[in-house]
């Protein structure tokens, strides 16, 4: 049955999930503070990369079902449902930023003069989703005919709609039935595909999703850990991923060693899901997660430093072409990116660094010559650095680039090279986790 619904926050979350509801069939009006992007999105074109997205934007907003706003007075009593799909970034001292979220309920309660349903999406601190009832319940005629739910988003960048229109589960928050009720004809059609749901109260809605990102980042520096005592030891981490892996128990997702996680939401939330452990007492919490940080951040350090020991010590002056600059493959995302980092750390000793990214596209920035090619960056470099995993520099032809190159040696940060390829073409491979190239 269609419903309306307004998103309000356009970015990654909130234009996927737009999109995504009125796949579903639903009326949706998303909103938006940046007329740009609302121009953009009003078009049916898309101002990030995000496979699929745009296909989804285009049809939907032709067929009439999926428009967007600057004007929140167009949603207020419009909306059967409103979701807020707004940014937290990190605040100062590594908590959540609710800016975004107090400012949007500000706006949009004082209109709101019928009964109706905010239902948040962001990840946000345990607390926050009843402090908004309590901000609403103050600022709306409506009163206590406004309710809140939480209704947390799993998506990864780069499979987005994927996990927008097919997601692995659907965690519903709420404090009555009636709210129950309007989540579940909003989405009918996951549902209707068995779906599985998780029905509990809004502290534990908010707290899945935390713990959902903290899981995965301690995850990742176990590996990584792990990583560290192969190179001491002498073992070989991508075998041992993959035997452990095939352990149900345990799976094979996110075992992959190497510089670490990045992007735009495990680093801030888990630091945010840590300041909040701290203010509620729970120091075990915060101790694990700091642990998990201490692993990552060591990750980027030792990818650096094994690039300057691989120059000789010294990079003042030398080449470093970088391959990759987005977080993770798939996305034009750098927010938060290892290989930045490692470029950082490098151009701050006096490297001279070259970039070449097949989507992100770099900001000016002093230090960094961001290039059109593969070709372009290696060309006369001392070190070429594997940062970021995209299928297609698993391809490259060594024996092509040795001919580009000052010297043959390449780390590989992210361990998806075919090593024995490149020592073929005469190159000195550097893989982190692997003891026998070191
Ligand atoms: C993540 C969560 O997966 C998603 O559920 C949540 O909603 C938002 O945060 P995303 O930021 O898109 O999604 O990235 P993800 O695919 O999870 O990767 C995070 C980082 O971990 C990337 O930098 C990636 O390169 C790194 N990573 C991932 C590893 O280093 N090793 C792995 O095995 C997997």
Known sequence: MTLRVSVIGTNYLGATHAAGMAEFGHQVIGVD?????????????????????????????????????????????WADVHFLALGTPSGPGGGADLGQLHAAIDTLAPMLTKPTLVVGKSTVPVGTAPALQERIRRLAPAGDGVEVAWNPEFLREAFAVEDTLRPDRLVFGVQSEAA?????????????????????????????????NAFLATKIS?????????????????????AIGFDKRIGREFLNAGLGFGGGCLPKDIRALAVRADELGVSVLSGLIGSVEAINDGQRRDVAELAVEQAGGDVRGKRIAVLGAAFKPGTDDTRNSPALTVADHLHAQGAEVRIYD?????????????????????????????????????????????????????????????????????????????????
């Open 222 to 242: 176990f590996i990584n850990a792990m990583a560290r005592m192969c190179q001491a030891a002498g073992g070989d981490v991508t075998l041992l991923a993959d």
């Open 358 to 438: 097949p989507q992100a596209r770099l900001p000016p920035r002093e230090g960094f010559t961001q290039v059109a090619s593969v070709d372009q960056a290696v060309h006369g470099a001392d070190v070429v650095l594997h940062l970021t995993e995209w299928p297609e520099f698993r391809y490259l032809n060594p024996t092509h680039l040795a001919g580009l190159v000052r010297t043959k040696i390449i780390i590989d940060g992210r361990l998806k090279l075919h090593a024995a390829t490149w020592e073929q073409a005469g190159w000195k491979v550097v893989q982190i986790g692997r003891a026998s190239t070191l």
């Open 33 to 77: 503070i940046d007329p740009d992007r609302v121009k953009t999105l009003n078009s049916g074109r898309s101002h990030i990369f995000e496979v699929g997205l745009e296909p989804l934007l285009e049809k939907n907003t032709s067929s009439g079902r999926l428009s967007f706003t600057t004007d929140y007075s167009q949603i207020a009593d």
């Open 180 to 212: 129950l009720e309007l989540l579940q004809r909003i989405y009918a059609i996951p549902l209707s595909e068995n779906t599985p749901v998780i029905t509990c109260d809004l502290a534990t809605a908010e707290l899945i999703k935390a713990a959902a």
